[in-house]
């Protein structure tokens, strides 16, 4: 059974930084891309970034560009999303997921495996 456990979310500073973790476990794919989402309340779940298998293609949603970054280690079945100059407006909770294709998307829809979710709270 496949399972995504998020981790590192938090209150935090306006300006400040966050390093969020998602741990894969039970699968037995090939390869698989990795997204981050995130959805506040009142509004709909919204794409953050991508990464390839080969962590050699990133996507980033406009909004986060320049300050998130995402990678991952796949001998640790890992993907971390680095948030820096945090504003309140990134206040959600914050999903990983996975879609077993090679290139990265901001489909919600393509992607087949969910985590729980990490709350992450930006104060003024």
């Known amino acids: 059974q496949v399972q995504l456990v998020e981790s590192g979310g938090g209150l935090v500073q306006a300006g400040g930084s966050l390093r969020l973790s998602c741990v894969v476990s039970?699968?037995?794919?090939?390869?698989?891309?990795m997204g981050w989402f995130r959805e506040a309340p009142g509004r709909e779940r919204e794409f953050v970034a991508a990464?390839?298998?080969?962590?050699?293609?990133?996507y980033y949603a406009d909004s986060v560009k320049g300050r998130f970054a995402i990678s991952r280690d796949n001998a640790k079945n890992t993907s971390y999303l680095q948030m820096n100059s945090l504003k309140p407006d990134d206040t959600a909770v914050y999903y990983c997921?996975?879609?077993?294709?090679?290139?990265?998307?901001?489909?919600?829809?393509?992607?087949?495996?969910w985590g729980q979710g990490t709350q992450v709270t930006v104060s003024s």
């Open positions: 990464i390839s298998w080969s962590g050699d293609s990133t």
């Open positions: 997921a996975i879609d077993t294709a090679w290139a990265p998307t901001s489909a919600y829809q393509a992607y087949d495996y």
């Open positions: 039970g699968h037995t794919f090939s390869f698989y891309t």
